[in-house]
């Protein structure tokens, strides 16, 4: 496995490979959500690349970026088991020198969700996996339902601009009581990792009602809401029953149905998803 940081590096790397390539775009500190994504490429791939970059116009200057967790040690070894033929660590740098001033854009399914709370927050993630697709040119690329407008978000880019790309979304992987890992979950302390599982709680309560039949959006909202009301320690943020294309809100249920949430619990921001249907 081959660690890389520069650009021409990689684009010469890039053209040793024979067969199909597979990238798994990630910001590090890694847990099983993340090997689960890099499983499934080495599985449907010949060539596995794998990216670690905390990308900082993804966050807003309010947010985390300093404090967000580092290991890349760790990250290699948990990595390097897995068959990976390379990893690209570029710099904050090399991917934004002096005087950058190119960025990609979806529009109005980035404003709900997420966007409504994070205003800037999908423009630096579409623009970081474009510069990653331009530069790593995979036929695969592989991302978490667990970030389910992200993925949504880049299914519609990688449409709009006709990159010859397929976008794998592997299912979100949990802790055993529920919790659904995250990078972020390691600033979760005692009382507050405690409560965390009350947001899968909330989810299979909406799900369980979905399965009995219910189809008003709002019930279910509703149904996610009480749960999460009966949490003291959880302080909601949205709740969301919404296409799972679109990500336009719902009345009436009817196709593939995406179940999201984000909830505050002391100063960890945690967010989680359903798909129903
Ligand atoms: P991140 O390092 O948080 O940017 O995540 C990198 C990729 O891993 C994204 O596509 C995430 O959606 C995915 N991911 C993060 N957590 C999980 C999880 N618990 N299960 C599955 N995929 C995940």
Redesign the pocket.
């Known amino acids: 496995m081959r660690t890389i940081i520069g650009l021409d590096e990689l684009r010469a790397a890039r053209l040793s490979f024979n067969g199909t390539v597979g990238l798994v775009?990630?910001?590090?500190y890694l847990h099983e959500?993340?090997l689960?994504?890099i499983r499934r490429a080495k599985a449907e791939c010949d060539n596995v690349v794998v990216t670690i970059f905390v990308n900082p116009t993804q966050f807003a200057p309010t947010e985390d970026l300093s404090k967000y967790p580092r290991d890349l040690e760790r990250d290699l070894s948990l990595i390097e088991p897995l068959g990976v033929d390379l990893v690209w660590n570029p710099t904050p740098e090399i991917m934004y020198p002096t005087g950058y001033q190119t960025w990609v854009e979806v529009e109005a399914m980035t404003r709900p969700l997420e966007g409504s709370m994070r205003p800037t927050h999908f423009k630096g993630v579409t623009t970081v996996v474009a510069k990653l697709f331009n530069t790593v040119q995979p036929h695969k690329a592989y991302?978490?339902?667990?970030?389910a407008q992200?993925a949504a978000v880049i299914r519609q880019m990688t449409r709009d601009l006709n990159f010859p790309i397929e976008i794998i979304v592997?299912p979100?992987?949990r802790e055993a009581d529920g919790l659904?890992?995250?990078?972020r979950n390691k600033y979760l302390e005692g009382k507050d990792r405690a409560a965390a599982p009350v947001l899968f709680r909330a989810l299979s309560a909406a799900k369980t009602v979905y399965e009995g039949g219910e189809r008003d959006a709002e019930t279910l909202r509703r149904k996610m809401k009480e749960v999460l009301d009966g949490e003291p320690r959880a302080q909601t943020q949205y709740v969301s029953c919404a296409d799972y294309d679109t990500l336009e809100e719902l009345d009436v249920i009817k196709g593939k149905t995406l179940l999201s949430m984000a909830v505050l619990l002391g100063k960890t921001r945690l967010i989680d998803n359903f798909v129903l249907g």
């Open positions: 775009p990630t910001m590090g959500g993340h689960s994504l991302f978490g339902q667990k970030d992200q592997c979100t992987v659904a890992m995250s990078s």
